[in-house]
C-alpha cells in the first residue's frame, strides 16, 4: 500500500511539475455564443494563452488568420484591403516599464522606418490603458497607408492591437477596431473576468 501510495504521489508531483511548461506553450483559439441584450447573440472570439482567457467580439464578417507559433490574430476586411490585429506579448521578466512612450516611439518608428507619427492617444480595452500611435506612411507626397498601433497591458505582459488601412479609409475603420477593443476582456483562468 505504501508503495502505491508513493508511487501515485511521484506520479501527481510530476503532473503538477509539468503543468507550468505546457501552459507556457499554451495558445488556443475557440469560438463562443455571447448575448448581447442590445444586438442579440453574436460570436465571441476566446484565445487562451497561459494562465489567461482572452476574450472579444470581432468585427462583423471579417475574415481571420491565426498564428499561434507568432501569438497573434489578425482580422481583414472581405470590402477593402483594410486588418486589425491582436498580438500577445508575454511578460518574462517584470520590465521597469513596458509602456514607456518614449521607447514605443522609437519602437514603431523603427519597425515602420519610412513613417511618421501623426497622431497619439491613450487607448482603454479591459479596463486598461495604454499608449497608441498613429502612423502614416507617404510616397511621393501622398499618404499611402495609416496604421494605428495601441499597447495595453494585462498582468501577464502587453496586448499590441493594430488597425492598418488605407488614408482615405482609416477614419471609417476606427469605428471597427474601437468595437472590438471596448468588448476586450482578459481574465485569469479560474478567476473571475476583468
Known amino acids: 500500500m505504501t508503495a502505491r501510495l508513493s508511487v501515485c504521489s511521484h506520479a501527481l508531483g510530476l503532473l503538477l511539475l509539468a503543468s507550468p511548461l505546457a501552459s507556457a506553450d499554451r495558445f488556443e483559439l475557440r469560438h463562443q455564443p455571447l448575448v448581447i441584450p442590445e444586438r442579440g447573440t453574436v460570436t465571441s472570439t476566446v484565445i487562451v494563452a497561459e494562465q489567461y482567457e482572452f476574450s472579444f467580439v470581432p468585427p462583423t464578417g471579417w475574415r481571420y488568420e491565426f498564428d499561434a507559433k507568432g501569438r497573434k490574430i489578425t482580422f481583414f476586411c472581405y470590402e477593402s484591403n483594410a486588418a486589425i490585429g491582436l498580438r500577445i506579448v508575454s511578460r518574462v521578466n517584470p520590465a521597469p516599464d513596458p509602456l514607456d512612450r518614449g521607447a514605443l516611439r522609437r519602437r514603431v518608428l523603427g519597425q515602420f522606418p519610412g513613417a511618421r507619427i501623426r497622431a497619439e492617444c491613450d487607448c482603454y480595452a479591459s479596463d486598461g490603458s495604454g499608449p497608441a500611435f ?28 493594430s488597425l492598418f488601412a488605407g488614408p482615405s479609409e482609416f477614419d471609417r475603420f476606427l469605428e471597427s477596431f474601437g468595437e472590438l477593443l471596448t468588448s476586450f476582456r482578459v481574465r485569469a483562468i479560474g478567476r473571475a473576468s476583468r
Open 134 to 161: 498613429d502612423l502614416e506612411e507617404t510616397r511621393a507626397n501622398r499618404p499611402k497607408w495609416v496604421r494605428r498601433l495601441a499597447f495595453v497591458p494585462f498582468p501577464g505582459g502587453v496586448l499590441e492591437f
